[in-house]
T-cell receptor, first 118, second 110 residues
Framework: DTAVSQTPKYLVTQMGNDKSIKCEQN?????MYWYKQDSKKFLKIMFS???????INETVPNRFSPKSPDKAHLNLHINSLELGDSAVYFC?????????????????FGPGTRLTVL | QKEVEQNSGPLSVPEGAIASLNCTYS??????FFWYRQYSGKSPELIMF????GDKEDGRFTAQLNKASQYVSLLIRDSQPSDSATYLC??????????FGGGTRLMVKP
């Protein structure tokens, strides 16, 4: 019973193409995230959605467009792929932040999608 | 710019030794700190969090936080080969947002 799932696991494509990555969580969480992990292992937040609404949008090119059809799904569409987009993309989910210490609810990560742009 | 910094390693320790992983952060507004373990090709998994100054112990793991020095550490006692992984330090900022360090690769040699 996978908690956070992503498809596809691997994605190899040419520069300039458009591709999508899908994410689904069955944990009943209200908040979902997209992270990018580059070759140096830096894991960086891209987007955060709470109940289908965007709440965090870090400095990400507008070629990246998240879509949340319902609170269990958060998909990532990427237009005009570039070489620098090659990375592992992780989806995660959690409940919203708490109102008492540690003010944070654990994020559960999906297995990741390794994107290679040629 | 909010930053979390870690030595990339690799940190090599013999089996049974104590592994000490360190992390510094720049944002004094950070409230809580987290250690994630990531095996090669896998997703990060939370192993500990700490939000009060001092030590927090959980089994073989001890997290230490010094907010005055903006320093977080993770000690792993009786290190096992199965502890070999990359350890990511993260700071919690606004909302439920985490800022991650680049990770320290730990190698435990039998």
């Amino acid at each position: 019973d996978t908690a956070v799932s992503q498809t596809p696991k691997y994605l190899v494509t040419q520069m300039g193409n458009d591709k999508s990555i899908k994410c689904e969580q069955n944990l009943g969480h209200d908040t979902m995230y997209w992270y990018k992990q580059d070759s140096k292992k830096f894991l960086k937040i891209m987007f955060s959605y709470n109940n289908k609404e965007l709440i965090i949008n870090e400095t990400v090119p507008n070629r990246f467009s998240p879509k949340s059809p319902d609170k269990a799904h958060l998909n990532l569409h990427i237009n005009s792929l570039e070489l620098g987009d090659s990375a592992v993309y992780f989806c995660a989910s959690s409940q919203p932040p708490g109102t008492s210490a540690p003010y944070y609810n654990e994020q559960f990560f999906g297995p990741g999608t390794r994107l290679t742009v040629l | 710019q909010k930053e979390v910094e870690q030595n990339s390693g690799p940190l090599s320790v013999p089996e049974g030794a104590i592994a000490s992983l360190n992390c510094t952060y720049s944002d004094r507004g950070s409230q809580s700190f987290f250690w994630y373990r990531q095996y090669s090709g896998k997703s990060p998994e939370l192993i500990m969090f700490i939000y009060s100054n001092g030590d927090k112990e959980d089994g073989r793991f001890t997290a230490q936080l010094n907010k005055a020095s903006q320093y977080v550490s993770l000690l792993i006692r009786d290190s096992q080969p199965s502890d070999s992984a990359t350890y990511l330090c993260a700071a919690h900022n606004a909302g439920n947002m985490l800022t991650f360090g680049g990770g320290t690769r730990l190698m435990v040699k039998p």
